[in-house]
């Protein structure tokens, strides 16, 4: 054999040994279909979380709540809030029947509305339009379960870690400068500005739910009976097997979707 091809044959043996190594190890930086689409939604989720959380208790106490008053707020619809939590297994349940995709474009609707009422709270000065775009910030949760299956479903079984790596990487580096530009804004313009701001991430989020995002739920039988919806809240209450002993926390981490929300805000 001669040197020459020796040669290329070793290059071309390292060449291959790198790109596996890369596969393997960075993967999450070379995303593909879906997981693609999910990093920048999240990304955009993360980038509004911070920045809205950065400002949402003085922009309250602005307005003339009282501490009691902002707790009673986190308590509606905060990350560990009533309509958070409940919204789960309808979501959930409502995931398996009609697709991921719906619920993910109702989500990012509903948490735009929900912003709306803050930006109607910062010009008309009264801190009660903040209970029902808090309330509803925190019913755009009910997309989480569908972000959660829709990651899952749309690589290998084998690159499952990976992927919740990659979207868990993209809401780390959404909030490093996002939390400073937040105040930024609202100290050198205005809370409205913020929350007006984080409409437009939601806008885009939709759009690139609806042009984008591919589904991956094609067994759905339609809208569930109202039985069923009833079940949806019991079911959470008699996990077996390995759902039950879960150690993931109930309420929504802030990696998914639509709770990329506080509620303080909540895809």
């Known amino acids: 054999m001669s040197r020459p091809y020796t040669d290329c044959a070793k290059g ?13 190890h960075l993967g999450f930086l070379a995303l593909r279909g879906n997981v693609r689409i999910l990093a920048a939604i999240t990304f955009l989720g993360g980038v509004r979380l911070s920045m ?3 400002v949402w208790q003085p922009f309250a106490l602005s307005l003339g709540a009282s501490m009691p008053t902002l707790g009673l707020l986190e308590s509606l619809g905060g990350r560990m809030g009533l309509a958070t939590g409940l919204i789960q297994p309808l979501g959930g349940r409502l995931s398996d029947r009609v697709g991921r995709k719906p619920l993910m474009a109702l989500a990012s ?5 929900g912003l709306s009422f803050y930006v109607l709270a910062a010009m008309a000065g009264d801190w009660r339009l903040l209970i029902p775009g808090t ?11 569908a972000k959660d299956a829709m990651t899952a479903e749309s690589v290998k079984s084998d690159e499952r870690g990976m992927a919740y790596s990659a979207i868990m990487f993209f809401v780390a580096i959404s909030g490093i400068l996002a939390s400073t530009l937040g105040g930024f804004i609202a100290d050198r313009w205005s809370y ?17 739910v609806i042009s984008f995002l591919r589904e991956t739920f094609n067994r759905g039988r339609g809208p569930p009976r109202l039985g069923e919806l009833r079940r949806s809240w019991a079911r959470p209450l008699s996990l077996r097997g390995s759902c039950g002993a879960s150690t993931r926390p109930w309420w929504p981490m802030p990696s998914w979707g639509a709770w990329d929300l506080p509620s303080s805000l909540g895809s």
Request: hydrophobic share 65%.
């Open 12 to 24: 071309m043996s390292k060449n291959r040994w790198m790109r596996d190594w890369h596969e393997k």
């Open 135 to 145: 309330i509803l910030i925190g019913l755009a949760a009910i997309s989480i379960p």
């Open 192 to 208: 409205a500005t913020v929350f007006l701001l984080c409409i437009a991430g939601e806008v885009l989020a939709l759009l690139l």
């Open 109 to 113: 609707l509903v948490a735009a509305l």
């Open 52 to 54: 809205v959380l950065a």
